[in-house]
C-alpha cells in the first residue's frame, strides 16, 4: 500500500471555527491532491499540488485554502468551517499527472 | 467540461456469478487514462484496474477485466465469481481533469449475496 496518512481520521467542529486537516506521504510523490466526497457527486478537486509551495485550484475550491512547505505534506485549511462544508476529505498523491492516484484513509469531518 | 457518468446506483449479484457494471465519459483528449476504485465499507479507495487510451487491449487484473470501446467512450467493469468481499462502491473516474485530477462518477453500490 503507498504510504499515505491522513490526521485527524475525524474531526467535529463548530461552525466558524478554523479546521486544519494534514496529508503525509512516504512515497516522495509530486502530486498532491485533496477530494471531498459528499453523497450523489463521487468525489471532487478541492485543491492540488504539483510541488513544494506549487499549488492551484480545483473544482471546489472557494472556502479552503492550502499550504505544501515540504514533498510529504499537504495541508488543508477552512478557514471559518461552514455546515455545507460536512464531508468526507481524501488525499491522493501521484508520481505524475497522468498516472494513478493512490488514497489516503480519509477524513470525515462534521460541521455543527 | 469532462464527464464520467454511471448510470447504475446500485446492482447486487450472487456469489460467484459475474456482474458488469457500466462507465461512459466524455473528453476530447486523444490520449489518457481510465480507472475504477473500489470503496468498502472501510471507505479506503483501493485501485481495481486501470486502462490506457490508445492500448487496444482491455486490461485484467485477476478477476476483475474491463470492456473499453474507445469510440463509444464506454468503459466497463466485469467481476467474474464474485466474492462477499467485493461487496462496496465501485467508481469509474478518468484523467481528464485540467489540473491532472481525476474525474468521477457518482459511483455504483454493488452488493454481493450469499
Known amino acids: 500500500d503507498a504510504g499515505i496518512t491522513q490526521s485527524p481520521r475525524h474531526k467535529v467542529t463548530e461552525t466558524g471555527t478554523p479546521v486544519t486537516l494534514r496529508c503525509h506521504q512516504t512515497?516522495?510523490?509530486?502530486?498532491m491532491y485533496w477530494y471531498r466526497q459528499d453523497p450523489g457527486h463521487g468525489l471532487r478537486l478541492i485543491h492540488y499540488s504539483y510541488g513544494v509551495k506549487d499549488t492551484d485550484k480545483g473544482e471546489v475550491s472557494d472556502g479552503y485554502s492550502v499550504s505544501r512547505s515540504k514533498t510529504e505534506d499537504f495541508l488543508l485549511t477552512l478557514e471559518s468551517a461552514t455546515s455545507s462544508q460536512t464531508s468526507v476529505y481524501f488525499c491522493?498523491?501521484?508520481?505524475?499527472?497522468?498516472?494513478?492516484?493512490?488514497f489516503g484513509p480519509g477524513t470525515r469531518l462534521t460541521v455543527l | 467540461a469532462q464527464t464520467v457518468t454511471q448510470s447504475q446506483p446500485e446492482m447486487s449479484v450472487q456469489e460467484a456469478e459475474t456482474v458488469t457494471l457500466s462507465c461512459t465519459y466524455d473528453?476530447?483528449?486523444?490520449?489518457?487514462?481510465l480507472f475504477w476504485y473500489k470503496q468498502p465499507p472501510s471507505r479506503q479507495m483501493i485501485l481495481v484496474i486501470r486502462q490506457e487510451a490508445y492500448k487496444q487491449q482491455n486490461a485484467t487484473e485477476n478477476r476483475f477485466s474491463v470492456n473499453f470501446q474507445k469510440a463509444a467512450k464506454s468503459f466497463s467493469l466485469k467481476i467474474s465469481d464474485s466474492q462477499l468481499g467485493d461487496t462496496a462502491m465501485y467508481f469509474c473516474?478518468?484523467?481528464?481533469?485540467?489540473?491532472?485530477?481525476?474525474?468521477f462518477g457518482k459511483g455504483t453500490k454493488l452488493s454481493v449475496k450469499p
Open positions: 473516474a478518468s484523467d481528464g481533469g485540467s489540473q491532472g485530477n481525476l474525474i
Open positions: 491522493a498523491i501521484s508520481e505524475s499527472d497522468a498516472n494513478e492516484q493512490f
Open positions: 473528453t476530447s483528449e486523444s490520449n489518457y487514462y
Open positions: 512515497e516522495n510523490h509530486r502530486y
